[in-house]
Structures are given as structure tokens and as C-alpha cells.
């Protein structure tokens, strides 16, 4: 059974930083491309960030240059370090992981970035 376990999300002032973890477990032959989506209230959820299993990455543009997506295949966990954040990266976020055809999904944690 495949889940995801998420955490780091909280409370910070507009400009501080955030690290958010998923550890996945489930699969022994690992993870293909695992990443982070987000939502609020009333709007889809969007892509944030997404690492492929050889380190590729794509961020969206409104976080490029700001959030940083990392996993340590080994420990099959990947991270969100989120810099310079703003009240508008207010969402629950998501992790993902996609084994062959089908996406996994974490429970979701709070982000809250206050002015």
C-alpha cells in the first residue's frame, strides 16, 4: 500500500522560508516523478514543483527562483524548501508520486504566510 507522509507546513511571516518533506513508502522499486501541487479554497489545485526520478525538475513561474524541489531516492522523500514566500503562497499543499500510470497523493498541509 502506497503512502505519503508530509509535514513542515505552518505558520511564517511574508519573506521567511519553509521546508516541507514527503516520505513515501509503498514501493520497492522506488517512485517515478514525485512533486508538489497546491490549492485554495475554491480554485484547482495547481503545480508547484516536480522532480523526476533523474533529477529533473520544473517549477511553476511563480515560484521559480524562490522554491527549490529535492528527493534522496534512498530515503524516498522529497522536499520543498520554500525562500522569500508571500501571503499569496497561502495554500494547502500536496505531495505526489507517481508509480507507472497512477499518482499518489499526500493528505495535504497547511501553508500560511502572513503580511
Known amino acids: 500500500q502506497v503512502r505519503l507522509m508530509e509535514s513542515g507546513g505552518g505558520l511564517v511571516q511574508a519573506g521567511g522560508s519553509l521546508r516541507l518533506s514527503c516520505a513515501a513508502s509503498g514501493s520497492s522499486s522506488g517512485f517515478n516523478a514525485m512533486g508538489w501541487y497546491r490549492q485554495t479554497p475554491g480554485k484547482q489545485r495547481e503545480l508547484v514543483a516536480v522532480?523526476?526520478?533523474?533529477?529533473?525538475?520544473n517549477y511553476a513561474d511563480s515560484v521559480k527562483g524562490r522554491f527549490t524541489i529535492s528527493r534522496d531516492n534512498a530515503k524516498i522523500t522529497v522536499y520543498l524548501q520554500m525562500n522569500s514566500l508571500k501571503p499569496e503562497d497561502t495554500a494547502v499543499y500536496y505531495c505526489?508520486?507517481?508509480?507507472?500510470?497512477?499518482?499518489?497523493w499526500g493528505q495535504g498541509t497547511q501553508v500560511t504566510v502572513s503580511s
Open positions: 522532480i523526476t526520478s533523474s533529477g529533473n525538475t
Open positions: 505526489h508520486a507517481d508509480l507507472w500510470n497512477l499518482r499518489y
